[in-house]
């Protein structure tokens, strides 16, 4: 992610179910599996989150970690409870300073490396053929892993082309599993199609009940490339965590506003990475798998969409 403040856990606890945050309570089945988005199929698993397939045939999980806003000692300790809880994807990037702390959560955790789908980025400081690069290598040392699961040109800013064209050697060479892009808009992402070799798999961006992206959403699916949701939760801004039609919505299938927002990302077939550094709250946004929204929900939902970035710092 781009933009997820920890001081906007607030809130949440006020619209808890009435049932149990056990993790077991994430095991009670899938339902409702998403739309397919454009020709990227999805994969159903009778436990825990489901994958998307990309557009090169890598199986991602639909749910992930995000680890924007954590640092030292609350950041390894959240990515640790995080992949104990059952996440697989874990998203962080250089400029969120916490790639040595993520790696040592990955070592502590003892999961499989195998395992564990990996995502970081090139930020605007190492655009560029050669600066890419190392910025790559760099990255590595710091997680402590031999490859990347997923890498991310951060921002459309710098040299795309030299980074992009460094991206797809480091693809080609095995060293990265996965290419994509992140807070690029359809025209940015038009210029990159004209001289990529290796289609982008994803592109990361702000996405939530405020901000609905529709055009991009549109854009993406017509290329097969998967859309993921940055600050799923828009911080906690516009008091999402009390918004009265999610409160009602949560209230009807005894959910969270959390929950919801979760649940309407994934019936989207979008891949969303929420961040926290509270263990009941991890738990919390795993349990988003044994319940649907109908039609009436999700065209509720809809009609909160404001069509504008609740973070202008990044567009």
């Not at 970690?65 to 954590?70: N, P, R, S, V």
């Not at 009940?209 to 600050?231: E, G, P, R």
Request: charged share 25%; with cysteine.
């Amino acid at each position: 992610m781009n933009s997820q403040n920890p001081k906007n856990e607030i809130s949440r606890r006020k619209f808890l179910q009435n049932s149990s945050l056990a993790t077991a309570g994430i095991y009670l089945g899938i339902l409702g599996m998403p739309k397919l988005f454009g020709n990227v199929l999805m994969d159903k698993e009778p436990k825990g989150i489901p994958d998307v397939k990309l557009n090169n045939g890598l199986k991602m999980p639909m749910l992930g970690f995000g680890t924007y806003g954590l640092s030292g000692e609350i950041c390894q300790k959240s990515v640790v409870e995080a992949i104990s809880a059952g996440y697989r994807l874990i998203d962080t990037a250089k400029v969120y300073g916490n790639e040595i702390e993520v790696g040592k959560a990955i070592k502590q955790s003892g999961i499989d490396r195998k395992q564990l789908f990996v995502t970081s980025k090139l930020w605007v400081d190492d655009a560029g053929y050669e600066n890419a690069k190392k910025g790559f290598e760099e990255t590595l040392r710091k997680l402590q892993v031999e490859y990347l699961d997923l890498y991310l040109i951060h921002r459309p800013r710098g040299d795309v082309k030299g980074s992009w064209k460094a991206m797809e050697e480091l693809y080609k060479a095995g060293k990265i599993r996965a290419i994509g892009i992140s807070n690029f808009d359809p025209a940015q992402l038009a210029d990159l199609l004209s001289y990529a070799q290796v289609k982008p798999v994803v592109n990361q961006i702000e996405t939530h009940a405020y901000f609905q992206q529709s055009n991009d959403y549109k854009v993406l699916k017509q290329h097969t490339i998967q859309m993921q949701a940055w600050a799923p939760f828009a911080e906690g801004s516009n008091g999402l965590f009390t918004n009265e039609t999610l409160t009602q919505i949560a209230k009807k299938h005894g959910k969270t506003t959390a929950q919801v927002s979760l649940r309407w990302h994934y019936q989207r077939g979008i891949v969303a990475i929420p961040r926290s550094s509270q263990k009941a709250h991890i738990i919390e946004n795993l349990d988003i798998f044994n319940f649907k929204l109908d039609d009436a929900d999700m065209k509720a939902i809809e009609k909160l969409d404001l069509n504008r970035t609740q973070f202008p710092e990044w567009s």
